[in-house]
């Protein structure tokens, strides 16, 4: 005899995978198609902004990985001195990233901002970012790529969650880091970027 299983149960199970940001589990993640993000870009930004500030690698230095930008740019992070920068992990297919990456934009454009490093995961790189990067024309960031994933393991393995986004100082050491998507047009953000000049 077959028995069903109540639709409770399956929702019991559904709720916590719908929950928090695009957790990685997995060294070879899956790569949601593109369409998913949309969907969910369009709902509620608060619903989606959930990250936490995680202040435990403070002191740890700018990683030793080279990005690519427009044109083939090559950057090696470590290399990278003299002013705060914000590194942000982030892909096309999850939604918070896609809901923050506007205010990331603006925050980038203001005065006296860190210098914003918007690095893309997504493992197909130029194929799948450069026409989002049109569609949403982003006037104050670069598109940068880490199809390797390199970046994503040095900040948390394959348990890595998307978005990411770590703050440096001048001196190119960790100030905090935020787990998941963030408000970065809020007074608080504004508050926490500044503890760059401090450190």
Same mark, same amino acid.
């Given at each position: 005899?077959?028995?069903?299983?109540?639709?409770?149960?399956?929702?019991?199970?559904?709720?916590?995978?719908?929950?928090?940001?695009?957790?990685?589990?997995? +060294?070879?993640?899956?790569?949601?198609?593109?369409?998913?993000?949309?969907?969910?870009?369009?709902?509620?930004?608060?619903?989606?902004?959930?990250?936490?500030?995680?202040?435990?690698?403070?002191?740890?230095?700018?990683?030793?990985?080279?990005?690519?930008?427009?044109?083939?740019?090559?950057?090696?992070? +470590?290399?990278?001195?003299?002013?705060?920068?914000?590194?942000?992990?982030?892909?096309?297919?999850?939604?918070?990233?896609?809901?923050?990456?506007?205010?990331?934009?603006?925050?980038?454009?203001?005065?006296?901002?860190?210098?914003?490093?918007?690095?893309?995961?997504?493992?197909?790189?130029?194929?799948?970012?450069?026409?989002?990067?049109? #569609?949403?024309?982003?006037?104050?960031?670069?598109?940068?790529?880490?199809?390797?994933?390199?970046?994503?393991?040095?900040?948390?393995?394959?348990?890595?969650?998307?978005?990411?986004?770590?703050?440096?100082? +001048?001196?190119? #050491?960790?100030?905090?880091?935020?787990?998941?998507?963030?408000?970065?047009?809020? #007074? #608080?953000?504004?508050?926490?970027?500044?503890?760059?000049?401090?450190?």
């Amino acid at each position: 005899m077959v028995r069903s299983v109540p639709f409770s149960l399956m929702l019991a199970f559904a709720a916590p995978l719908a929950i928090g940001g695009c957790d990685r589990q997995t +060294a070879e993640p899956a790569q949601p198609q593109e369409s998913a993000a949309a969907e969910n870009a369009g709902a509620e930004p608060a619903a989606s902004l959930t990250g936490t500030v995680d202040r435990s690698h403070a002191g740890e230095p700018l990683p030793d990985v080279t990005i690519t930008g427009p044109n083939d740019l090559k950057l090696n992070l +470590a290399e990278l001195k003299g002013g705060p920068i914000l590194v942000n992990l982030w892909a096309t297919w999850c939604a918070p990233c896609v809901v923050e990456m506007p205010m990331l934009d603006q925050l980038a454009g203001e005065e006296g901002a860190p210098r914003v490093l918007a690095v893309s995961e997504d493992l197909q790189g130029a194929e799948v970012v450069n026409p989002f990067w049109a #569609e949403h024309r982003f006037g104050n960031l670069q598109p940068w790529l880490d199809p390797e994933n390199d970046l994503s393991m040095h900040y948390g393995g394959g348990g890595a969650v998307l978005p990411t986004t770590v703050l440096y100082n +001048a001196a190119g #050491e960790e100030v905090w880091r935020v787990i998941g998507g963030y408000d970065w047009s809020s #007074e #608080e953000a504004r508050e926490l970027v500044a503890e760059a000049q401090g450190a």
